[in-house]
């Protein structure tokens, strides 16, 4: 008999994963959130009754695994007022799901087992999201006795687990976001460079996709150094001057990024072996000489 389930926090990411494991045969007691609607149109994208919607902690008090799917700053204070209002059972089971904290952050009574699980995965869309959640690497970490239930848990929505130390979870997440969030970042860059060119910004990705693709493929068969390509690795500087030049002179607020970004090229252009020491000191001036605009 699998464990009964209480869902605290019916947005994307807690919705996703309920909507697995229900497929997957953990019954689910409760939906809570802040507004008992938009619990209940959660209940109906997991699948499960809406009038197990509601906003009352208590309601968990059945429950044997009690999911915090809850923004990162809220996750301390609302583990301890689940384990006052919902007087949970000895034995069950907090957890949540963000890549910075430790499980220990939940921590408020020594009845209560601990587990962190992030799924390495861009939650934009609940229904995306419940998709792409089957091969997903998932990020486990918590207490040793409860390891064995959360690699179960990510199993049963089709996860792939990999165990991360504690203390290291904030390097790991500024990791995830450094991949994801400023890779997104720096698209919009792209897309701005371009629609200053005169290209549509709805267009403006698409012709950028298959760029993005190969060079993806690139770096995972190759790896980031002899994946690398462009102006920097091959040591053009006058190329990476008419950029300066040119951001300079249209886009000066992107010229920053351009400049950082430049900087860390220059260093894996290096410890690729493909980029020698007179061009490479060369380049270094360059991206941080004001001059060379």
Do not use: W
Request: include cysteine.
């Amino acid at each position: 008999m699998k464990q009964k389930l209480a869902l605290i926090g019916p947005g994307k990411v807690g919705s996703a994963v309920c909507r697995r494991l229900l497929a997957a045969g953990y019954p689910l007691q409760t939906v809570i959130g802040r507004d008992r609607s938009r619990a209940a149109e959660a209940c109906r994208f997991i699948g499960c009754n809406d009038q197990l919607a509601g906003t009352e902690l208590a309601a968990a008090s059945k429950a044997e695994l009690v999911l915090l799917a809850v923004p990162d700053d809220q996750i301390g204070d609302l583990a301890a007022q689940v384990a006052k209002e919902a007087n949970l059972q000895a034995g069950a089971t907090l957890v949540h799901f963000s890549g910075l904290h430790p499980a220990e952050i939940m921590r408020s009574s020594a009845a209560l087992q601990l587990l962190s699980i992030h799924p390495l995965l861009p939650f934009a869309s609940r229904e995306l999201a419940a998709e792409r959640l089957p091969g997903c690497p998932c990020a486990l970490e918590g207490d040793d006795t409860a390891l064995p239930l959360g690699a179960e848990l990510i199993a049963a929505f089709g996860g792939k687990t990999f165990r991360i130390a504690s203390d290291k979870k904030a390097l790991y997440h500024a990791s995830a976001c450094l991949a994801s969030n400023s890779l997104v970042t720096l698209l919009g860059a792209a897309r701005d460079l371009l629609a200053t060119c005169g290209i549509a910004e709805n267009d403006a990705l698409s012709l950028l996709q298959p760029l993005l693709q190969a060079t993806l493929d690139n770096v995972l068969q190759l790896g980031p150094e002899q994946g690398l390509t462009g102006p920097i690795v091959r040591g053009d500087s006058g190329t990476v001057a008419k950029h300066l030049q040119a951001i300079a002179a249209s886009s000066p607020r992107l010229l920053a990024i351009y400049r950082q970004l430049g900087s860390k090229t220059l260093e894996l252009a290096a410890e690729s072996g493909r980029l020698d020491a007179k061009n490479a000191s060369f380049l270094a001036r360059l991206l941080t000489d004001d001059a060379a605009e």
